[in-house]
């Protein structure tokens, strides 16, 4: 991705103005401007999983560069690998010093995760993060020069921080968390430390210049159809559109998080053209269709 083709992209497209003088200018603040553009325009969704998981292991394949670019400037989104490739990507032409880090995903299994690492951002040896592939509120870019714990951060339903523990940095949900903690813990799981959980945890020597062939278990459809439900978020203003399942969440004024559950078919693909509408709706009766097959 050239310089030239990301800033069109970018004014054209997205209409964010002025892309070239904001970056000189205040790279932070751009940044977050774009992290949160990035929410609003391209979901995260595990829909194409479904696609992916139906094949024969030999015949799923890693996108290439080019693909991942398009699937994320269209609007349809993908997977955590997807969408912090494309930022990574988005970046590295806008002259940030960007680096993918992989971190350890310690919710109801482990699983592994995809971040990108901004160093140098505002002062030299300073280190960020920027995660656009959570699919959960990681709206701004986090400095983690903290000693041992960052701010408390509140976006949209959700609190969270980040701390520093035994040589790592986890990230930590409060208030809003969407996952049912285990009674009692799960050891080798589950950290609670008072009302916070891990969510994840990283070391910063795992990021490094990776290559599609090294990031290949961040496509990998590591789970069955039997183990995956239909999920897609994205924050237009800030604001989150939930899907999972049959379940669409959406954010009331007070933060708290509406669930209305849906019926029929026809109402599940009324709630993806109301509030996904990038998404093709071709996608969405495929992935319906093999986790009704698997799991209803």
Same mark, same amino acid.
């Given at each position: 991705? %050239?310089?030239?083709? @990301?800033?069109?992209?970018?004014?054209?497209?997205?209409? #964010?103005?002025? +892309? !070239?003088? $904001?970056?000189? @200018?205040?790279?932070? %603040?751009?940044?977050?401007?774009?992290? $949160?553009?990035?929410?609003?325009?391209?979901?995260?969704?595990?829909?194409?999983?479904?696609?992916?998981?139906? &094949?024969?292991?030999?015949?799923?394949?890693?996108?290439?560069?080019?693909?991942?670019?398009?699937?994320?400037?269209?609007?349809?989104?993908?997977?955590? *690998?997807?969408?912090? +490739?494309?930022?990574?990507?988005?970046?590295?032409?806008?002259?940030?010093?960007?680096?993918?880090?992989?971190?350890?995903? @310690?919710?109801?299994? &482990?699983?592994?995760?995809?971040?990108?690492?901004?160093?140098?951002?505002?002062? @030299?040896?300073?280190?960020?993060?920027?995660?656009?592939?959570?699919?959960?509120?990681?709206?701004?870019?986090?400095?983690?020069? /903290?000693?041992?714990?960052?701010?408390?951060? $509140?976006?949209?339903? &959700?609190?969270?921080?980040?701390?520093?523990?035994? *040589?790592?940095?986890?990230? #930590?949900?409060?208030?809003?968390? &969407?996952?049912?903690?285990?009674?009692?813990?799960?050891?080798?799981?589950?950290?609670?430390?008072?009302?916070?959980?891990?969510?994840?945890?990283?070391?910063?020597?795992? /990021?490094?210049?990776?290559?599609?062939?090294?990031?290949?278990?961040? /496509?990998?459809? %590591?789970?069955?159809?039997?183990? #995956?439900?239909?999920?897609?978020?994205?924050?237009?203003?800030?604001?989150?559109?939930?899907? #999972?399942?049959?379940?669409?969440?959406?954010?009331? !004024?007070?933060?708290?998080?509406?669930?209305?559950?849906? $019926?029929?078919?026809?109402?599940?693909?009324?709630?993806?053209?109301?509030?996904?509408?990038?998404?093709?709706?071709?996608?969405?009766?495929?992935?319906?269709?093999?986790? %009704?097959?698997?799991?209803?």
């Amino acid at each position: 991705m %050239r310089k030239e083709e @990301t800033i069109q992209f970018l004014q054209n497209s997205w209409k #964010m103005n002025d +892309v !070239e003088s $904001q970056v000189k @200018t205040d790279r932070e %603040r751009f940044l977050n401007k774009l992290i $949160q553009t990035i929410y609003e325009r391209v979901p995260f969704q595990l829909l194409t999983a479904f696609t992916l998981a139906s &094949l024969p292991p030999n015949e799923r394949e890693i996108p290439s560069l080019e693909q991942i670019d398009k699937v994320c400037m269209s609007g349809l989104g993908g997977s955590c *690998g997807l969408l912090s +490739v494309f930022a990574y990507r988005l970046l590295k032409a806008l002259g940030y010093s960007a680096h993918l880090c992989g971190t350890t995903v @310690t919710s109801t299994v &482990l699983n592994i995760h995809l971040t990108v690492i901004v160093k140098d951002l505002v002062n @030299t040896g300073d280190i960020h993060l920027v995660d656009c592939g959570l699919g959960q509120p990681s709206f701004q870019t986090i400095s983690l020069n /903290f000693n041992e714990e960052s701010p408390v951060y $509140q976006e949209s339903y &959700l609190e969270y921080k980040y701390i520093k523990r035994d *040589g790592k940095i986890l990230r #930590m949900h409060g208030e809003g968390d &969407l996952i049912k903690r285990n009674d009692p813990p799960i050891e080798g799981l589950d950290l609670i430390l008072g009302k916070w959980r891990r969510f994840y945890e990283f070391s910063l020597e795992d /990021f490094e210049q990776k290559t599609l062939k090294t990031l290949g278990n961040y /496509f990998d459809v %590591r789970y069955g159809p039997n183990n #995956m439900i239909p999920r897609i978020s994205r924050f237009p203003g800030g604001k989150a559109h939930l899907m #999972m399942g049959n379940n669409l969440f959406l954010e009331q !004024e007070d933060r708290k998080l509406k669930n209305i559950k849906l $019926q029929s078919n026809d109402e599940i693909l009324k709630a993806y053209r109301d509030y996904f509408p990038s998404v093709d709706e071709n996608l969405v009766h495929h992935a319906y269709s093999i986790w %009704r097959k698997n799991y209803l």
